[in-house]
Each structure stands twice: as structure tokens, then as C-alpha cells.
């Protein structure tokens, strides 16, 4: 009985060893998930780029796309929501199109 029990101890511990590193390594993977790159330009001059460039009155969404591009959506003057894509490093608007 007690091997039996030390067994089940020790499976217990290696378990739960193999479900903490999972997690870590799920958690590290998401945390690293869509992240500007070294060398891109700030979110704040991905707005700035939109607005200027392809004509935005508002961004209602822009995030880091690990493909090397901001991406996000927004309304221009005529009052339709369209999408886009800025080229990370360059700033270039790489897509506008509507939503």
C-alpha cells in the first residue's frame, strides 16, 4: 500500500510539473503574440499615418499584426468603415479598402 502511495505522489508531481511548464509556455507564446517589431513606428504615428494619408476622421480599432503591419478599421469623411494595413517599419499604407 504504501509503494502504491508513494507511486501516486510522485505521478501527481510530475502531472502538475507538466501542466505549470504548458501553461508557461502557452502564456509566453500569447504574451509574444501580435507586437509592434524593433524598428516600427509607434501606434500613435500609425494613427497619424492614417488620418493623413488615406483620409480617416476616426480609428476604431488598430493593432500589431505579426505579418509586419499595423491593422485596424475606421470611418472616413463619407462616413463608411473601411479597413487598413501600415507597413510597420515604413509607415506606407499598404491596404484601404472598405469594411
Do not use: C
Not at 16 to 45: H, N, Q, V, Y
Not at 66 to 81: H, L, Q
Amino acid at each position: 500500500m504504501n509503494t502504491i502511495h508513494k507511486w501516486s505522489e510522485k505521478m501527481i508531481k510530475k502531472t502538475f510539473a507538466a501542466l505549470i511548464a504548458t501553461a508557461g509556455l502557452l502564456s509566453a507564446g500569447a504574451a509574444l503574440a501580435d507586437r509592434p517589431g524593433a524598428g516600427w513606428i509607434t501606434i500613435e504615428k500609425a494613427i497619424e499615418v492614417v488620418k493623413t494619408k488615406a483620409g480617416y476622421v476616426e480609428v476604431y480599432e488598430i493593432e500589431a499584426d505579426n505579418d509586419g503591419y499595423w491593422k485596424g478599421e475606421g470611418r472616413k469623411a463619407d462616413g463608411v468603415v473601411y479597413e487598413f494595413r501600415i507597413d510597420g517599419a515604413s509607415g506606407n499604407v499598404l491596404r484601404d479598402q472598405k469594411d
